[in-house]
T-cell receptor
Framework: DAKTTQPPSMDCAEGRAANLPCNHS???????VYWYRQIHSQGPQYIIH???NNETNEMASLIITEDRKSSTLILPHATLRDTAVYYC?????????????FGQGTRLTINP | GAVVSQHPSRVICKSGTSVKIECRSL??????MFWYRQFPKQSLMLMAT?????????EQGVEKDKFLINHASLTLSTLTVTSAHPEDSSFYIC??????????FGPGTRLTVT
């Protein structure tokens, strides 16, 4: 699976949009971009995933560049509860390739 | 969404003893589950893939005789840390995929070996 690169940490003010970047320049055509987050001392939580089109759900929006070499996770109105480590993971959807390999992620701190 | 539980949430054991951690999928069946380990301020490290009805697949560097995995049913996988030592103290997390897209994680088990 393709490797991802994320900034180690980011800060965002409460109520503002948090934009978390991820580089995945070696992504291949059948690989999806997944985002998970981990709040302190809890298991990771699925946020969103996409292939090439932008995606939105109740938690966040995912913007994938046209060349698919990078993406941005957007939390539109960040709250203090969004403070967590955010992981961008790229993996194939093929059967048997379900394991997730976590990088170091971005530690997002939402400030009041 | 789907729910994955782990038991116990915390365990303290003495060096040399064995500890069993359970991972259950509560409202779906999982032929595959994954076990991760996480040290403080580090990312999750995949340890092994638990397969219902067959042997687990271990990642490189993970001792299969030390970390015994049993996937007894479609909703239960267990991880047994045998002859635990202080360096095995960690946060152990399991996960189970519900299909091709989503994967749900348990709340984690914090193991402390004294």
């Amino acid at each position: 699976d393709a490797k991802t690169t994320q900034p180690p940490s980011m800060d965002c003010a409460e109520g503002r949009a948090a934009n978390l970047p991820c580089n995945h320049s070696t992504i291949s055509g059948n690989e999806y971009v997944y985002w998970y987050r981990q709040i302190h001392s809890q298991g990771p939580q699925y946020i969103i995933h996409g292939l090439k089109n932008n995606e939105t759900n109740e938690m966040a929006s995912l913007i994938i560049t046209e060349d698919r070499k990078s993406s941005t996770l957007i939390l539109p109105h960040a709250t203090l509860r969004d403070t967590a480590v955010y992981y961008c993971i790229v993996r194939s959807r093929s059967s048997g390739a379900q394991k997730l390999v976590f990088g170091q992620g971005t530690r997002l701190t939402i400030n009041p | 969404g789907a729910v994955v539980s782990q038991h116990p949430s915390r365990v303290i054991c003495k060096s040399g003893t064995s500890v069993k951690i359970e991972c259950r999928s509560l409202d779906f069946q999982a032929t595959t589950m994954f076990w991760y380990r996480q040290f403080p301020k580090q990312s999750l490290m995949l340890m092994a893939t638990s397969n219902e009805g067959s042997k687990a697949t271990y990642e490189q560097g993970v001792e299969k005789d030390k970390f015994l995995i049993n996937h007894a049913s479609l909703t239960l996988s267990t991880l047994t840390v045998t002859s635990a030592h202080p360096e095995d103290s960690s946060f152990y997390i399991c996960s189970a995929p519900t299909g091709a897209y989503e994967q749900y994680f348990g709340p984690g088990t914090r193991l402390t070996v004294t």
